[in-house]
């Protein structure tokens, strides 16, 4: 049974496992080897490049494969607010409202609207960011720079995690 090498063998359990900026795709794979980790999971969007241009650069000159792992929206939303429920005692309402006071910052925008867009466009971190056609469009093009994009209430549909 083949395994995938995310984090030390010490290393607390967690989604966000790379602590690494993704700048470029060299000095990224380079970071892996070094770590040997056969892959690495966003969760923060302080992690991620400040624009789409700058992604879609990226996983291009990537040597490996890439994914992303994505969640049917309210699916996602409810499971992070369940999350920031326990840790902030907030309710539904005061989550979809929360600012950078009670939400840190470097968790970025998850508790709004649009967020894979805004993750996959730089904006990740900006709650009060306006979207626009634009900002859309661009996601797009990063989805399609990956090799493979997820969806985590479908991963049964997805024979490609078969031999994990």
């Given at each position: 049974?083949?395994?995938l090498?995310?984090?030390?063998?010490?290393?607390?359990?967690?989604?966000?496992?790379c602590?690494?900026?993704?700048t470029?795709?060299?000095?990224?794979?380079?970071?892996?080897l070094?770590?040997?980790?056969?892959?690495?999971?966003?969760?923060?969007?302080?992690?991620?490049p400040?624009?789409a241009?700058?992604?879609?650069?990226?996983f291009?000159?990537?040597?490996?494969?890439?994914?992303?792992?994505?969640r049917?929206?309210?699916?996602?939303?409810k499971?992070?607010?369940e999350?920031?429920?326990?840790?902030?005692?907030?309710?539904?309402?005061?989550f979809?409202?929360?600012?950078?006071?009670?939400?840190?910052?470097?968790?970025?925008?998850?508790?709004?609207?649009?967020?894979?867009?805004?993750?996959?466009?730089?904006?990740?971190a900006?709650?009060?960011?306006?979207l626009?056609?634009?900002?859309l469009?661009?996601?797009?093009?990063v989805?399609?720079?990956?090799?493979y994009?997820?969806?985590?209430e479908?991963?049964?549909d997805?024979?490609l995690?078969?031999?994990?």
């Amino acid at each position: 049974e083949a395994k995938l090498r995310t984090r030390p063998k010490d290393h607390i359990a967690s989604n966000c496992n790379c602590i690494w900026e993704l700048t470029s795709a060299t000095n990224y794979a380079q970071q892996m080897l070094t770590a040997s980790y056969d892959a690495c999971f966003f969760e923060r969007p302080s992690m991620l490049p400040s624009s789409a241009a700058s992604m879609v650069n990226i996983f291009r000159d990537w040597k490996g494969s890439s994914a992303t792992m994505l969640r049917e929206p309210w699916s996602r939303y409810k499971s992070n607010y369940e999350v920031d429920f326990l840790m902030f005692n907030l309710s539904i309402e005061d989550f979809s409202k929360a600012d950078d006071e009670i939400m840190p910052r470097g968790w970025g925008a998850y508790h709004r609207p649009n967020f894979y867009v805004r993750m996959l466009v730089g904006l990740g971190a900006e709650s009060q960011a306006e979207l626009t056609q634009q900002h859309l469009d661009d996601a797009i093009q990063v989805l399609h720079a990956l090799d493979y994009v997820l969806i985590l209430e479908k991963i049964d549909d997805s024979p490609l995690l078969a031999k994990f």
